[in-house]
């Protein structure tokens, strides 16, 4: 008999006599994730570290020229696939925006 023949027999019979602790132990090693408080935790530590007010309007203008940027891409670009790629890195910033304007109301 091989080593890990063992090794099956043993999961095996912890699998077949105490099923619940076996489960149980193999759910929290596959699904493991942060409870919800930590996430919170997370989530608002991030946020404090979001730049002062003096720092925004920097901010703004260089998203702005960003989107301006992305504009001139979309309208320059002659070939469809190529207008719609630029499109979609649009629409992506933008979502990246109203994000980051949603994460600075809540905070």
Not at 45 to 63: G, S, T
């Amino acid at each position: 008999m091989q080593w890990y023949h063992y090794v099956t027999l043993v999961t095996f019979l912890f699998m077949m006599f105490s099923p619940v602790w076996f489960f149980g132990k193999v759910s929290k090693f596959l699904f493991d994730e942060a409870e919800p408080h930590e996430m919170v935790v997370k989530y608002v530590n991030e946020a404090a570290i979001l730049p002062k007010h003096e720092d925004e309007m920097a901010m703004l203008d260089a998203d702005e020229k960003v989107l301006q940027n992305l504009d001139k891409m979309v309208k320059m670009s002659k070939k469809k696939h190529v207008k719609q790629m630029w499109k979609v890195k649009k629409a992506e910033f933008e979502r990246q925006l109203r994000w980051n304007a949603t994460v600075r109301n809540h905070v």
